[in-house]
């Protein structure tokens, strides 16, 4: 078993001296109040003036002038071009790079601060190459020994992505492994080339511990299962494709796809269908631009990845590593902004939720994928206003924490953003984050992003062999 290789105190240590919150404080949990600024508070399509928001033992207890006692209280105040905003929610964020040509494998250092300092406060794995180590982390975290997002671990992929799958597994042994992940915390479940009956047993088995399913699924060719028949087993989510009659069971996904059109009954049908059993679509717009040629300003102005790897990585990562352009990938990227907004307008739009879903080659990093969905979401035609409601309350709610996240209302838990600019008028101001917020714990952006540098990658050739995949099960 790969160890985890954790630095928590050298980065807690970076985060403290450059004024954010360290160990002792965040454990001890002052009362904490954001005064001045404006408010996206997702409950609403507007921006409000900030009337004051009091956090206490990682709660919001209050929005307003107050009667609570905040006495030492650290009070943080914000600029008129200040806006707070609900964490984001990314429920295919993926830990995993492959920077040698090996394989994936899960990047534990620098991709919890990084995915903090955008802004995204709870995080999906959506399938786990290292599952035992990202249920480490994922404790860690929890128990104030790292810093990073609410991490919400799926466990391995059930199907043929995972590597070494036993292709003679029967439902029953699902429903055992489905079992022990549950024992070990995992909520959410990932499919991904899962046939029929053993998704069935996944689907039932998880929801008898209070789990959730998401799948990539195809059309139904061959063994795949199309979107519509796991709606009827009732999964809990889809990923990248709607389904239903629009992807025939003649052909794989990806070579149906760019045949069906919105304005197709058959469009009608399956967005009918989504609605009327509340299941989550995961479109990952900006995933398949990253596979393609990149030809968006989707793709532009990105942070330069370089400087938040090691020295040793910075020294072997040549640009003939990165993942070459497929120009297939481009065209449904075109046609996945058609789709989304098609699903939006048909209604679909309060069953939408963001994801990333980019394991890195090295030119692009993960964590900061998060604005680039928001910004494709706003490039298809949806609002951008929706697109935040999207990206936080709908998350919330697609993994069963709506009534604790998502919104910035009295009694919920404290996640929350702060970025300069108003991200209603231009939504890549989102990318300007200046404080995070996740368990009531307040942290500068740039200290987290301080912390992270220099921190995703092996630090020599020997810790290379850390970042190539056991091929075992």
Not at 162 to 180: K, N
């Amino acid at each position: 078993m790969t160890p985890v290789r954790i630095r928590p105190l050298v980065a807690l240590l970076c985060i403290f001296l450059a004024g954010g919150v360290g160990l002792e404080t965040a454990r001890s949990q002052p009362t904490t109040v954001l005064r001045g600024g404006q408010l996206f508070d997702a409950t609403d399509t507007t921006l409000t003036d900030n009337p004051g928001i009091v956090v206490r033992a990682g709660k919001i207890v209050d929005r307003g002038a107050t009667a609570l006692d905040t006495t030492g209280a650290r009070i943080v105040r914000l600029g008129p071009d200040h806006v707070i905003l609900p964490g984001l929610v990314d429920l295919h964020a993926h830990y995993a790079v492959d920077f040698f040509g090996a394989g994936r494998v899960e990047e534990t250092e620098g991709y919890p601060l990084l995915y903090l300092a955008n802004g995204a406060t709870t995080t999906f794995t959506a399938g786990e190459m290292q599952p035992d180590k990202m249920r480490r982390v994922r404790q860690a975290i929890a128990h104030g020994d790292r810093i990073g997002p609410r991490m919400l671990t799926s466990g391995p992929y059930f199907g043929k992505a995972r590597p070494g799958w036993d292709t003679t597994r029967t439902p029953a042994s699902i429903r055992r492994e489905v079992d022990r992940w549950a024992a070990r915390g995992v909520e959410h479940f990932k499919a991904k080339r899962l046939q029929a009956e053993l998704l069935r047993a996944l689907i039932d088995q998880a929801h008898r511990h209070g789990a959730t399913v998401t799948g990539h699924l195809g059309s139904g060719s061959g063994q795949s299962v199309n979107p519509r028949t796991a709606i009827d087993m009732g999964i809990d989510r889809i990923e990248h494709f709607l389904g239903g009659a629009q992807l025939p069971d003649t052909a794989g996904a990806y070579d149906a796809l760019p045949t069906a059109t919105p304005d197709e009954p058959a469009f009608d049908r399956i967005a009918r269908h989504f609605r009327e059993h509340n299941v989550y679509f995961d479109a990952t717009i900006s995933a398949y631009g990253y596979y393609g040629t990149r030809e968006s300003d989707v793709y532009a102005d990105w942070p330069d990845a370089q400087q938040y790897f090691t020295p040793y990585l910075r020294s072997v990562l040549a640009e003939e590593d990165y993942q070459a352009p497929v120009p297939r990938f481009q065209r449904i990227f075109e046609l996945k902004l058609d789709r989304i907004k098609a699903f939006y307008e048909a209604g679909g739009g309060g069953l939408i939720t963001l994801g990333t879903d980019h394991p890195s080659w090295g030119e692009y990093l993960a964590p900061f994928g998060v604005h680039r969905e928001l910004q494709a979401f706003v490039r298809a035609g949806i609002p951008e206003a929706a697109a935040l409601r999207i990206a936080t309350i709908n998350g919330a709610r697609a993994v069963g924490r709506g009534d604790r996240l998502g919104t910035l209302t009295v009694g919920k838990w404290a996640d929350l953003f702060v970025v300069r600019g108003n991200p209603l008028a231009d939504i890549r101001n989102t990318r300007n984050v200046e404080w995070v917020m996740v368990r009531g714990e307040l942290h500068r952006a740039a200290a987290l992003r301080a912390a992270a540098r220099g921190a995703v990658g092996p630090d020599d050739a020997a810790a290379a062999e850390a970042f190539k995949p056991d091929r075992g099960p």
